[in-house]
């Protein structure tokens, strides 16, 4: 197995292409000169992507009905929402800040890199985003995806291999002519245990800055890149 | 109701967007020269086409298990290679032939009026076409999807009434704020059956040209557009 059989690059999206808390900070810092808040939008970034994993885990679990990504934000939004006191919205004003996911801001490498690899592979995100979410975002980011995929096709959620075999499947390759890139391991190690590639891109300013996010490359990973043009490079893309 | 309620605009593919028969007959004669064949190229192309929808129903009524586009494409291929009487094709040569319909080119209007109506719309094909299938066509020929929208993720084709609602729910998108495009009558009444607008663009190119195809407008279509650039200056895409 060699990256030379890869023909298609499946993506991780939140924090891998996009900077989710630098964006829910500028609008959030915009609703509160709007709205005259004072809401720490770094802290509340951080407790609504927190409350992802646990809400995606009730529904794999069975605790929750099939929701998308779109409906689990809302939920943890609600919750936020009162936890910091923020009263008055209007229900189109808290669906327009629920919707803050569609709009999230590429990091700077991320579209040139991805219209290189685009000359070479076939690219799409691999997302626990809704289409819907994804859509939008790669319209607003310019995100030059040759298709969309999700988990709600699957109406499962990543790290659950239907996702990856899922999507392997739709593209008619094999899992060794697929290439998950993501800058989080979890996601990287459960792609492989289906036998696709992966290709580890750190994004150390994803997160709070005070969490050190782990970076170390990890031999397991056929490819580790600075970011995705040096991603090109090394794949020739 | 109002076309102004529009947001996405859902593609037909084959006829509509690209040119089967034309791309067929090319590939078919390159293949006559390659080979010593003096297979009739058109003929073939319209038979192969033709068992396109007796296929689908055959799937659609349990006869045959759920089987993506390039299954049925290739059941037919291999009967009328032999009708035809061309021997000695290898199993690659055979797949590469299948894969043409991965490879159709389009109008010579529908890059530039897609690339329109992006600016306005999301745009996706909504096609019985596979998706891997979609998304090698789009790659080929340019087409600047938004998302690629197959009836295989609802396993089923149209006219099936699961395939215009899954798109829509996909979209997370009332049925009024879709138009289906199409070439094909059958293919807006299923859609428009189902609460979505309909823009009827005729292709009086797409058939055997001794086949007078039903070009006259149908005053229940919300819009009729001589090509994909007039249909972005009616919708203001």
Known sequence: MSFEDVRALLFDVFGTCVDWRGTVIREGNALNRAKGLSVDWGAFADEWRGQYA??????MRGELPW???DGLHRMALDELLAKYGVQGLSEA????????WHRLDP??????????????????????????????MAKHAGLPWDCVLSAELFRAYKPD??????????????????????????DLHAARAQGLQAAFVPRPFEGNPERVPDLTPDPEFEVVAADFMDLAR????
Chains 1, 2 share one sequence.
Request: positive net charge.
């Open 54 to 59: 646990p809400n995606m885990q009730r529904v």
């Open 67 to 69: 929701t998308r990504l």
């Open 93 to 100: 004003e808290k669906d327009q800040l629920n919707r803050v």
């Open 107 to 136: 990091w700077t490498d991320t579209v040139p890199g991805l219209l290189k690899l685009k000359h070479s592979y076939l690219i799409a995100p691999l997302s626990n985003g809704n289409l819907s979410l994804l859509t939008n």
């Open 161 to 186: 291999p239907r996702v990856y075999l899922g999507a392997v499947d739709l593209l008619d390759l094999q899992p060794h002519q697929v290439m998950m890139v993501a800058a989080h391991k979890h």
């Open 234 to 237: 090394q794949l020739g893309g």
